[in-house]
């Protein structure tokens, strides 16, 4: 049994692997943009992309394990997710709003709109979301740079189902 069970799960690994290997052009594009404008020298120190397969098992794995199910319940929602940790070997000064309006200038180009964007003294923090063509929120890009290190993190998914679970989940009240 146990001799048909390991090619069996050498066969399925491609599945579970599938959008885990490397990032997409377009999360590169911006990496790229954000090294530019910022100044500076980075090293990556992670940088990888998980698919739907992967997020799916991630999701099963957080539905054994929590008491909770609200994790297991948005990662239903998410089709994939890029993260890029970079360590700054070698900086400029501070970053500065010009800079951050450069790189959302950019960000706009490719239909990202800025909807939370901070800039203080070493740290700087944005978030961009982006539409889908049929106007449904399905992208969320956050650019995160402290005098260490520049962290770049895509969630792709149906967010306003994502955002909803979690409004429901945590009863929290928007009062119109």
Same mark, same amino acid.
């Given at each position: 049994m146990k001799t048909k069970l390991f090619p069996m799960l050498i066969l399925l690994l491609p599945l579970f692997l599938n959008g885990c290997i490397g990032i997409n052009e377009e999360f590169a594009d911006i990496r790229n943009e /954000?090294?530019?404008?910022? @100044? @500076?020298e980075y090293k990556s120190e992670v940088q990888f992309s998980i698919g739907s397969a992967g997020i799916t098992v991630s999701s099963w794995l957080v539905d054994a394990a +929590?008491? *909770?199910? =609200? +994790? +297991?319940d948005i990662l239903d929602d998410v089709s994939s997710v890029q993260v890029g940790v970079y360590k700054k070997l070698r900086g400029t000064d501070s970053p500065?709003?010009?800079?951050?309006? *450069?790189?959302?200038?950019?960000m706009s180009e490719s239909g990202w709109k800025s909807i /939370?964007?901070?800039?203080? *003294? $070493? *740290?700087?923090a944005a978030v961009y979301v982006r539409k889908?063509? $049929?106007?449904?929120?399905?992208?969320?890009? /956050? %650019?995160?740079?402290?005098?260490d290190e520049l962290v770049l993190v895509? /969630?792709? @998914? $149906?967010?306003k189902e994502a955002i909803s679970t979690i409004i429901r989940e945590k009863g %929290?009240? =928007?009062d119109y």
């Open positions: /954000v090294f530019n404008n910022f @100044g @500076g +929590a008491e *909770e199910d =609200i +994790a +297991a500065r709003m010009n800079t951050l309006r *450069e790189i959302e200038n950019k /939370v964007k901070t800039c203080d *003294e $070493d *740290e700087l889908n063509p $049929d106007e449904i929120l399905d992208r969320l890009f /956050v %650019i995160s740079l402290d005098k895509e /969630v792709e @998914g $149906d967010l %929290i009240y =928007i």
